[in-house]
């Protein structure tokens, strides 16, 4: 039977981030990196916007504001280094209703807190640098930092080097049942593999993962669906940035926001509704009955309880599962814009929102769990992508130092 140092699940950006890291801090240490796919980076970190997020939206000296600054000047140097196209676009923060101007003074207060280069933009100021925006207030943010990536390049790069310093990358190998006193992992299709540490990075199965390893047992995750639109080629819109709204704190999510790919195509997204399956991208593929029930009763947990104002959110949300309340959004943001300039698009990915099922509500943070032999990283959420990096780094530093404490949450709103 095989065996190794470390058994790392899931090939995500997270997964092979921690493997690379493992291998240059222990060379000598055996890797295995067990992916259920044909392929490393199918799911979430395979199918998101590709921002580089600049850490202004996390409370000054928390772990994600750390992690997600220093981790955005690492992933532009990955691509930098490695000839991967990059858009440093810079991005705009817009309200687009008179009573966010206050939701704007605290994100600039933090911006210069969390040391994320600021600026604000007067009305006239706003109109020179991206005329088909607006602001209801007459003022705006302006961070020159932000940027956009490519995430397939970088996972595929990523999954050669970590291959070329001698990890083992196992594709089509989903574990299904782990023997934790023999420290023995059963693939689905039937290999086993003996291992010293196991590290979960399955993403959107993370809980279910952790669970096997007797861990995170007051946890499930809820998936979000983050659907997008294009704009057409041929569309009279011309858009260089990236556009948010700014967002009620309370509601957790972004909004619908511009991204300006690196392949040229703007995007419009991503939503953030109730999904029913892990993987429930399309149509009802990926909906398993059991758990679609567990699923829709936690939702209507939150709803009920309306934590963080989810109920608020649930209604905002819902409205732009359909074209006519996406498009209201899109419009809200960019003025000009008509609905005959946006198709929809084919790229779907799902946000792993983690519940907590014993207060009933979603956690913002990215939670670790950890004993003696295994470590679970659950609800990675953005901006684990941009953050993966150094937070790779903190994840093998618990490694090597087990914190004493079981459970570890960064204390800030989840964007
Ligand atoms: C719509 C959307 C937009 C986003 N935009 C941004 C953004 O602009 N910037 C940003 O920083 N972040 C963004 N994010 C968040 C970011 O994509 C994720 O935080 C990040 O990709 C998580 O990486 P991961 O490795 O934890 O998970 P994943 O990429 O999901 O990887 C987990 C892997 O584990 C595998 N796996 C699962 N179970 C098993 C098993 N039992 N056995 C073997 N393998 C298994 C899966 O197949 C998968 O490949 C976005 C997310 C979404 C959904």
Redesign the pocket.
């Known amino acids: 039977m095989p065996s190794c140092d470390f058994l790392i699940?899931?090939?995500?950006?997270?997964?092979l981030a921690v493997a690379r890291e493992l291998k240059r801090r222990q060379p000598a240490a055996s890797i295995v990196v067990?992916?259920?796919?044909a392929a490393?980076?199918?799911?979430?970190?395979?199918?998101?916007?590709?921002?580089?997020?600049s850490g202004l939206y996390y409370a000054p000296g928390s772990l994600k504001a750390r992690l997600c600054r220093q981790g955005a000047l690492e992933m532009a140097d990955w691509h930098e280094r490695h000839g991967i196209a990059l858009n440093r676009c810079g991005k705009i923060l817009t309200p687009l209703d008179a009573k966010d101007a206050p939701r704007l003074e605290s994100l600039y207060a933090r911006a210069l807190a969390n040391g994320v280069r600021v600026e604000r933009l007067d009305a006239q100021s706003l109109r020179e640098l991206e005329p088909e925006t607006r602001s209801a207030t007459g003022e705006a943010l302006w961070i020159p930092d932000a940027a956009v990536g490519t995430?397939a390049a970088v996972l595929k790069t990523l999954a050669n080097e970590v291959r070329q310093a001698g990890v083992e990358l196992w594709n089509n190998?989903?574990?299904?049942r782990v023997d934790l006193v023999a420290r023995q992992a059963f693939l689905k299709h039937g290999e086993r593999v003996r291992f010293g540490y196991a590290i979960n990075?399955?993403?959107?199965?993370?809980d279910s993962?952790a669970r096997q390893f007797g861990l995170g047992r007051h946890y499930a995750l809820l998936p979000f669906k983050?659907l997008y639109w294009k704009l057409k080629a041929e569309a009279n819109l011309c858009i260089r940035h990236l556009i948010y709204p700014v967002m009620d704190l309370r509601t957790l999510t972004l909004g619908i926001h511009t991204?300006p790919a690196t392949d040229g195509a703007i995007y419009l997204g991503?939503t953030a509704v109730p999904a029913f399956g892990r993987e429930h991208y399309q149509g009802m593929r990926g909906v398993r009955p059991v758990e679609a029930l567990r699923m829709l009763r936690d939702l209507a947990r939150l709803f009920l309880h309306d934590s963080e104002g989810y109920r608020q959110q649930a209604w905002q949300e819902g409205r732009r599962y359909f074209r006519r309340g996406f498009l209201d959004a899109v419009r809200a943001l960019l003025p000009n814009a008509r609905a005959e300039y946006f198709t929809p698009d084919a790229k779907?990915?799902?946000?792993?929102r983690l519940f907590d099922q014993r207060r009933g509500a979603l956690l913002q943070d990215f939670v670790i769990e950890q004993d003696a032999h295994s470590l679970h990283?659950l609800g990675?959420?953005?901006?684990?992508?941009?953050?993966?990096f150094p937070f790779a780094r903190h994840l093998c530093a618990r490694i090597e130092h087990p914190a004493t404490t079981k459970a570890e949450a960064t204390d800030e709103p989840d964007f």
Not at 40 to 53: A, D, E, I, T, Y
Not at 201 to 206: K, Q, T, Y
Not at 348 to 352: E, N, V
Not at 380 to 388: K, L, R
Request: aromatic letters at 2%.
């Open positions: 699940i899931g090939a995500g950006v997270i997964g067990l992916e259920k796919e490393p980076g199918l799911h979430s970190s395979g199918r998101n916007s590709g921002v580089l997020h995430p190998a989903e574990l299904a990075a399955a993403g959107l199965h993370a993962v983050g991204t991503p779907t990915g799902l946000h792993p990283v990675a959420t953005s901006p684990a992508w941009t953050s993966a």
